[in-house]
């Protein structure tokens, strides 16, 4: 069966400080893979997608970028945080060539301080 | 473009009674459509999905919603709510085969 990690789960960072998310999946090959936000008391915001290894499209111009070093492999990193980027990230897969239905990580909490 | 609208923010219900959780869509071709639940501070977990097959989709936890096109809805329902059904729930549609469009969520209580 597939599975999903995502981690740390909780993260607290200062203002200007580098940020790298991980999510690995396991169980399949070649997914879609996807990060997105979820600011307090609001919906998801797709922040990036990636259809393959090296390929990634972003959704939302911002403070973050993200890889995909490996084909289950997934990155979300910055540089430097802004205050904004606090929230609860999810990382989640589709099978290829994609339903629509999405299986989602546990989430990492990100504060910003 | 394909979006969702869910009309309630916050649902109350008894334990043991109905509940509804509305959702209007809008697309240019016939979507999929889905409904998520997600715990606090947990990640999305799928309830149902409709794939233009039949129009009343069941799915895990006793829910189900109805597909209408002619009212360009997916509302989802469950006939007796459960202490563990309080949640945020969200009504989703499909662009494509990359891109979801998540309604704002519907927060569900659950009263003893």
């Known amino acids: 069966s597939q599975t999903i990690h995502q981690w740390p789960a909780t993260l607290v960072q200062p203002v200007g400080s580098p940020l790298s998310l991980e999510c690995t999946v396991e169980g399949t090959s070649n997914p879609n893979l996807y990060w997105y936000r979820q600011a307090a008391g609001r919906g998801l915001q797709l922040l990036f997608y990636s259809v393959g290894i090296g390929q990634i499209s972003s959704e939302v111009p911002q403070n973050l970028s993200a890889s995909r070093p490996q084909d289950r492999q997934f990155i979300l990193s910055s540089k430097k945080l802004l205050l904004s980027d606090s929230g609860f990230y999810l990382c989640a897969w589709s099978p290829p060539p994609g339903t629509g239905e999405l299986f989602f990580g546990e989430g990492s909490r990100l504060t910003v301080l | 473009a394909q979006s969702v609208t869910q009309l309630d923010s916050h649902v109350s219900v008894s334990e043991g009674t109905p509940v509804l959780l509305r959702c209007n869509y809008s697309?240019?071709?016939?979507?999929?459509l889905f409904w998520y639940v997600q715990h606090p501070n947990k990640g999305l977990q799928l309830l149902l999905k409709y794939t233009s097959a039949a129009t009343l989709v069941k799915g895990i936890n006793g829910f189900e919603a109805e597909f209408k096109k002619s009212e360009t809805s997916f509302h989802l329902t469950k006939p007796s709510a459960h202490m563990s059904d309080a949640a945020e729930y969200f009504c989703v549609v499909s662009h494509n085969d990359y891109k979801l469009s998540f309604g704002a969520g519907t927060t569900v209580t659950v009263r003893a």
């Open positions: 697309s240019s071709y016939s979507p999929s």
